[in-house]
């Protein structure tokens, strides 16, 4: 019988080159080494507005979504203190009241948006020139609007519109306003401001805590508290014509008129 000179020696050579072949295969099946447990990429994170305009954008557009009752003081030169009243209702219905804030400061006037549309009101109070009563109107126009009511209402979506034509700044707080404060001036000498230029303060739930304005300076008295389901008008809707805001006429009746101004 014939022994094979192939010992154990070639089998031990064998054994070899078939593990060289297994250790090629492997590195040829992965395209790049595995990563270390726990080197994955971290999740972005969202980083606070850094612009003075970014974050008073941010500020307004929480305003948009505020829901809330809430009273200020308007101060104005030359005419005592006046109070707003602002209700943002759950429904997007609002409705802003302003003692004596018409003819002349004489007569409390409201504006309130409902599902019916907008109306500008004359409030029920003793002592006043005209009788109460809440008139439909399409727009008002500038004399028969009391403005205040734009700082809850539009000029929010004003102040997060990059396309405005403004300038923004960080400003030093109002007195007795608490917030960030913002300096609000127009970019373009060759266009109108779409809203009251000045400063404008916010908490960081969109809730205004104060304004200075060409109309006034507004100061939030006391925290806001809880919006009702919806606003309801303060006097009954009459026909007629909105009360102007300045003094009447010598000439002018006591009650509605007939009259239809720029609405």
């Known amino acids: 019988m014939r022994t094979s000179s192939a010992g154990p020696l070639a089998l031990t050579g064998r054994a070899l080159a078939i593990g060289g072949l ?3 295969l492997a590195a040829c099946g992965s395209s790049a ?4 447990v726990g080197s994955g990429s971290p999740d972005p994170v969202a980083t606070a507005p850094t612009t003075a305009r970014a974050q008073l954008a941010a500020r307004a557009a929480a305003a948009q979504d505020r829901r809330m009752v809430a009273t200020y003081r308007l101060l104005t030169p030359d005419l005592p203190d006046r109070t707003v009243t602002v209700t943002l209702a759950q429904d997007g219905t609002w409705r802003v009241d302003v003692t004596r804030g018409a003819l002349g400061a004489t007569t409390d006037v409201s504006v309130a948006r409902t599902k019916s549309g907008l109306y500008q009101c004359v409030m029920p109070a003793a002592d006043q020139p005209v009788a109460a009563g809440c008139v439909r109107v ?3 126009g500038s004399a028969y609007d009391p403005r205040v009511q734009h700082a809850f209402t539009d000029w929010p979506i004003v102040l997060t519109d990059e396309r405005a034509a ?10 007795q306003v608490h917030g960030e404060c913002f300096s609000v001036e127009s970019s373009s000498a060759s266009l109108a401001a779409p809203l009251d230029l000045g400063i404008y303060c ?12 060409d109309l006034g300076t507004l100061v939030l008295d006391g925290a806001p508290g809880p919006a009702p389901a919806s606003v309801s008008l303060p006097a009954p809707e009459v026909s007629g014509t909105p009360v102007p805001m300045a003094s ?6 006591s009650s509605p008129a007939t009259q239809q101004p720029d609405q």
Not at 33 to 36: D, E
Not at 166 to 175: F, R
Not at 248 to 253: A, F, I, K, L, V
């Open 22 to 24: 297994v250790l090629v």
């Open 33 to 36: 080494p595995a990563a270390p």
């Open 138 to 140: 399409r727009r008002l």
């Open 166 to 175: 403004l300038a923004v700044s960080t400003a030093k707080p109002i007195e």
């Open 202 to 213: 916010f908490d960081r739930d969109g809730t205004l805590t104060g304004a200075e304005l």
């Open 248 to 253: 009447p006429s010598p000439t002018t009746p």
